[in-house]
């Protein structure tokens, strides 16, 4: 129901006020016979115009000299804040309306935008305390080789060799880390846009098949391109970054395979103008209460084995970014014990 203006509150009242006095009068001239009508009349009018002046002014007063400073309040917060403009509110402006509109509004907003305040929050907060605690043990474990060496190590042809190719390791992993933190900032940021060119992806995964072949060799693990795929398979994308897509999905599928005899496929489908890629293990796949997180900053599966394997917890995440920055999609499919199946769309060449 639309709310009246003080204007038609005023009216209304003082109208239904010196109506009923009129009725009240009237009833009266019962017991009063020579009581005239133009009396009651002059009264009625008298009261309704006196009734109507008081109430108007007091409206205006107390409620609507009140209600203007909360209209302009949430009519300058939905403005840009670079531009300074002044908000008039005429005097017959329905403001009781058109404030209890825009408070309902506005409170919708607002509730949403804390709301959204509350979770990138509580996203900084968790982002925060991952990037310290991956960073913190690469950090002491170098302060703790180098203090030793310090320390007299250095001479001792047992340790300082050893203790130095430690830190380098460590030192490795961090850069690792950070890496990884400045490419996935960057996407997020849309600094990075992909730079779309015609390529094979045939090709490419063969490449990738060959520079990890001493990693699947160390774990028995075979990787396997269908048969069926001797012919080059052109797509436009950005080969860059669907080579770091590739490398990390299949490097994942090696290293989460079974201990020995385990398997990578990689499958192409055709869907038309797209492309369906999929990177196919039989690993020891992923819970179901995990399948909705992987893609997240920092979440793993299997922290303790995870960190044992070299990850950083960023590469899904690098994956996710990278394929919606094609402006497409990305899927996991996985069965505990049984394996995991990534599968992601890419845009097929017209050449």
Partial sequence: MQTLSHKYIALVISGVSATLVCIAILIGMFFVSN?????????????????????FYTLRTYIIQKVKPIYKIIHSSQQNPLKKAKLVVEDDFN???????????????????IEELQRLEQYRKEYIGNVSHELKTPI???????????DGGIDDPAINIKYLERADTAIQRMAVIVRDLDAITRLESGELVP??????????????????ELLAQSRNVKLVLDAIHDKPLF????????????????????????LE?????????????????EVADTGIGIQNNDLNRIFERFYRVDKSRSREQGGTGLG????????????????????????????????????
Avoid at 140 to 150: D, E, M, N
Avoid at 196 to 211: G, N, P, Q, T
Avoid at 263 to 276: C, H, P, Q, S
């Fill in 316 to 351: 899904l995440s690098i994956v996710k970014h990278i394929i919606e920055a094609h402006e497409q999609t990305i899927h996991v499919k996985s069965t505990v014990n049984k394996g995991s199946s990534f599968t992601f769309t890419l845009e097929k060449s017209n050449n």
């Fill in 95 to 113: 403001i009781l309306a058109t404030t209890e509109k825009d408070v309902m509004e506005w409170v919708k907003q607002n509730a949403f935008r």
């Fill in 140 to 150: 002491f474990s170098v302060q703790g080789y180098i203090s030793t060496l310090l």
């Fill in 35 to 55: 009581f005239e009508v133009t009396y009651i009349v002059l009264a009625g009018l008298s009261l309704f115009v006196i009734l109507y002046v008081i109430l």
């Fill in 261 to 277: 005899g385990g398997e990578v496929y990689i499958r192409f489908y055709d869907m038309d103008k797209l492309l369906l890629v």
């Fill in 235 to 258: 797509v436009l994308a950005d080969r860059k970054y669907i080579h770091m897509v590739l490398s990390n999905l299949i490097v994942n599928a090696i290293k989460y395979n079974k």
């Fill in 195 to 212: 730079e779309k060119a015609h390529f094979d992806v045939i090709l490419l995964v063969k490449e990738i098949f060959e520079a990890q």
